[in-house]
T-cell receptor, first 114, second 113 residues
Framework: AQSVTQLGSHVSVSEGALVLLRCNYS??????LFWYVQYPNQGLQLLLK??????LVKGINGFEAEFKKSETSFHLTKPSAHMSDAAEYFC????????????FGTGTRLQVFP | DGGITQSPKYLFRKEGQNVTLSCEQNLNHDAMYWYRQDPGQGLRLIYY???????QKGDIAEGYSVSREKKESFPLTVTSAQKNPTAFYLC????????????FGDGTRLSIL
């Protein structure tokens, strides 16, 4: 069975600092991996996705993630945090054997301090 | 613009009452999904449908029901059998082809009176 673990339910950074949100996955087949962002009382917006092409994936709003098979990781990074990045971030893995449903991590809330 | 519309934004349910959450999409997507979100638990799949007139249970289907009579619509009914219905409910859709990243609506927050 596939699963996703997000290390750290809360991460705090200063504006301008590096953002690093951690995601590790477990999958018996080559996975598709996703990062979503959620602002308060809204739905989820896709930041980026890994589809077995390039291991370094660039997304919207300056975010990127690197797929590392040896570490079973797909960490999300951004070189310089902005106040508008404060939100909750979800890592997800798809399960092609079950209607491509997404299996989500429990989320990481990012706070950005001025 | 194409997208997913969930209504209402806020919904209140009395004890013993069934309520229906609406989800409509104009993205021409084949697959649709319902998730429940609780603080600290991420999103959990309730039901999903890959094609009209067909749907499957997700991980927490007990106390919920769905229908998929039209491609555009996937309503979710929270029945009185769902003992803890207070949550944020999210509807999503995907193309059903290629890498199927899901598109989400803005959610419905259900509370018990």
């Amino acid at each position: 069975a596939q699963s996703v673990t997000q290390l750290g339910s809360h991460v705090s950074v200063s504006e301008g600092a590096l953002v690093l949100l951690r995601c590790n996955y477990s999958s018996s087949v080559p996975p598709y991996l996703f990062w979503y962002v959620q602002y308060p009382n809204q739905g989820l917006q896709l930041l980026l996705k890994y589809t077995s092409a390039a291991t370094l994936v660039k997304g919207i709003n300056g975010f990127e993630a690197e797929f590392k098979k040896s570490e079973t990781s797909f960490h999300l990074t951004k070189p310089s945090a902005h106040m508008s990045d404060a939100a909750e971030y979800f890592c997800a893995v798809s399960d092609p054997g079950a209607g491509d449903k997404l299996i989500f991590g429990t989320g990481t809330r990012l706070q950005v301090f001025p | 613009d194409g997208g997913i519309t969930q209504s209402p934004k806020y919904l209140f349910r009395k004890e013993g009452q069934n309520v229906t959450l609406s989800c409509e999409q104009n993205l021409n997507h084949d697959a649709m999904y319902w998730y429940r979100q609780d603080p600290g638990q991420g999103l959990r799949l309730i039901y999903y449908s890959q094609i009209v007139n067909d749907f499957q249970k997700g991980d927490i289907a007990e106390g919920y029901s769905v229908s998929r009579e039209k491609k555009e619509s996937f309503p979710l009914t929270v029945t009185s059998a769902q003992k803890n219905p207070t949550a944020f409910y999210l509807c999503a859709s995907s193309t059903g082809q290629g890498v199927r990243s899901q598109h989400f609506g803005d959610g419905t927050r259900l509370s018990i009176l």
